[in-house]
């Protein structure tokens, strides 16, 4: 790998770039290595284990074939994408010594993680409209949730989500990249890597914290609003169908807070602790895509007596009602 002296003029005839970065990774500690190895491990195989069980029991079961599951074995599909972005390498990555990744490599993980994380925001959003719409309109909920609108609504999540991370790397592919090359993380970042940029990036931050951070706060702020909503027109009623509906709008509040919480650190708070953002990191990495279908699944009764009638079927056991 090759980089320029500080002294040296990027554009000089002597010049080369950068073309892998090196990790500092989150401890030297042995004992901590093998407790991040364990945890991590854990984890990312239980979030792709329970995140997987919702999407074959949504597919498979007819009674979960609603608008509501639909959207929610999409959320699934989006975790199982978006936990398999930095956690395998950090789990690699963490009894090595050097820990690098090629400049084509970073530029990846930024890329999916950015359009993985802006089409799991739409989505949320969506859930949110799904919910309002059941709750407040039920006698119109599957005219208005047809299955070519729940269509629709994933093909513009998608679309939005791939518009929001091309146009954050269209500004940042093409920065001069000449030295140092070491990031006080384990996996890429956006605004880790603009300030590795040999040149002032001050105003391509500035744009990245609106872009990301403005968003992230405002989409946390409507679905807090959606929800406090929800919940106050909920406490009108007193009937078994009202306590249901709660419960899964609780299970959605929970999910918002987990997800927007660490993307609101990230890219809002001005100058956050070194600690404290990669122990987010590492929950955003490993933990919430796990906590997703903990969530929904402990919640939600339909979800776990379909989940017995699937192994009741892969064991080839009479159904369970």
């Not at 991590?40 to 074959?56: K, M, P, R």
Request: hydrophobic share 50%; proline share 5%.
């Amino acid at each position: 790998m090759k980089v320029n002296l500080p002294n040296e003029p990027v554009n000089g005839p002597n010049h080369s770039v950068v073309s892998e970065f090196v990790f500092l990774g989150l401890s030297n500690s042995w004992e901590t290595q093998i407790f991040l190895f364990c945890f991590s491990c854990l984890f990312y195989v239980s979030s792709l284990a329970g995140n997987l069980l919702i999407v074959v029991t949504v597919t498979s079961d007819r009674y979960l074939h609603s608008p509501m599951y639909f959207l929610l074995a999409n959320l699934s599909v989006i975790d199982l994408i978006f936990g398999s972005i930095a956690a395998p390498k950090m789990i690699y990555d963490l009894f090595r010594k050097q820990k690098v990744i090629s400049f084509g490599g970073c530029v990846a993980q930024i890329f999916f993680s950015h359009a993985v994380g802006g089409t799991e925001m739409v989505l949320l959003i969506a859930m949110a409209f799904d919910r309002y719409v059941a709750i407040c309109k039920p006698l119109h909920y599957l005219t208005i949730m047809s299955p070519r609108r729940c269509i629709l609504i994933l093909v513009g999540a998608w679309t939005i989500g791939l518009l929001h991370s091309s146009a954050q790397l269209a500004f940042v592919v093409n920065l001069p990249f000449c030295g140092p090359n070491v990031l006080d993380s384990f996996y890429c970042d956006l605004p880790r890597l603009i300030r590795l940029a040999c040149t002032d990036t001050y105003k391509l931050e500035s744009m990245v914290a609106a872009d990301s951070g403005l968003i992230s706060l405002g989409a946390f702020f409507l679905l807090v609003l959606s929800y406090v909503f929800l919940l106050a027109t909920l406490q009108k009623h007193s009937s078994g169908g009202s306590a249901k509906a709660l419960s899964t709008l609780s299970a959605h509040v929970t999910v918002v807070v987990l997800f927007f919480g660490p993307l609101i650190f990230f890219y809002v708070w001005p100058s956050p602790s070194t600690h404290l953002d990669k122990f987010l990191a590492v929950f955003d990495a490993v933990l919430t895509p796990f906590l997703n279908p903990v969530i929904y699944t402990f919640r939600n009764r339909e979800m776990k007596v379909a989940m017995r009638r699937v192994f009741s079927l892969l064991l080839g056991v009479r159904k369970i009602t």
